[in-house]
C-alpha cells in the first residue's frame, strides 16, 4: 500500500483534485526563516537546515502524496511581498501553516505563473530553480 501524506485532501472516486504546497524560493527563503524562525520545524520543511534541504524535504513530501495517488499535484511560489499584503488584507497570520495554504490554493485557482505542475515533464528545468534538468536534480534518488 502507497504511503500517503496525512494531511493531504480527500478526494472522492473519480474527481480531480489540484494540491498546491507552498514553497519559497531561494530568494525568498533567508527572508521567511528571518520572518518565521519555526518555518523549518514544520511541515515540509520540517529540519531543513538550509534551501537545499529544504527543497529535499518538500520532493520527499510530493513524492509521499504522488504515490497516494495524487497527480494534479503544484508547486506555489510564495514571494513575500505579495503574500504579507494578501495577509494583511485578509486580516490573516502569515506564520501559520493554514494561511500558506489558502494563500497557495488562491494561486493555483487563479493559474498563477508562480504555481509549478510536478514532477517537471520529461527533460524540463527543476522546479526549484537551480537550473538544472529535474531528472538531474531534485528527481534523482538521492534528491
Not at 514553497?23 to 520545524?41: I, M, N
Not at 499584503?85 to 485578509?90: N, P
Not at 494561511?99 to 488562491?106: E, P, V
Amino acid at each position: 500500500m502507497p504511503a500517503t501524506a496525512p494531511d493531504a485532501p480527500a478526494a472522492r472516486p473519480g474527481e480531480s483534485v489540484v494540491v498546491a504546497l507552498a514553497w519559497f524560493p531561494a530568494q525568498e527563503y533567508p527572508r521567511a526563516l528571518e520572518l518565521w524562525p519555526t518555518l523549518a520545524t514544520e511541515g515540509a520543511a520540517k529540519g531543513a537546515a538550509d534551501h537545499a534541504a529544504y527543497n529535499r524535504a518538500l520532493q520527499r513530501t510530493l513524492t509521499e502524496y504522488a504515490d497516494g495517488g495524487f497527480t494534479g499535484l503544484r508547486i506555489a511560489s510564495i514571494r513575500i511581498p505579495d503574500y504579507l499584503a494578501w495577509c494583511q488584507d485578509r486580516g490573516k497570520d502569515p506564520a501559520t501553516g493554514p494561511t500558506r495554504a489558502s494563500y497557495c490554493a488562491g494561486l493555483a485557482r487563479r493559474r498563477d505563473p508562480g504555481v509549478l505542475v510536478w514532477p517537471p515533464a520529461r527533460n524540463q528545468r527543476c522546479w526549484c530553480g537551480s537550473g538544472r534538468k529535474y531528472k538531474q536534480c531534485c528527481g534523482t534518488a538521492t534528491g
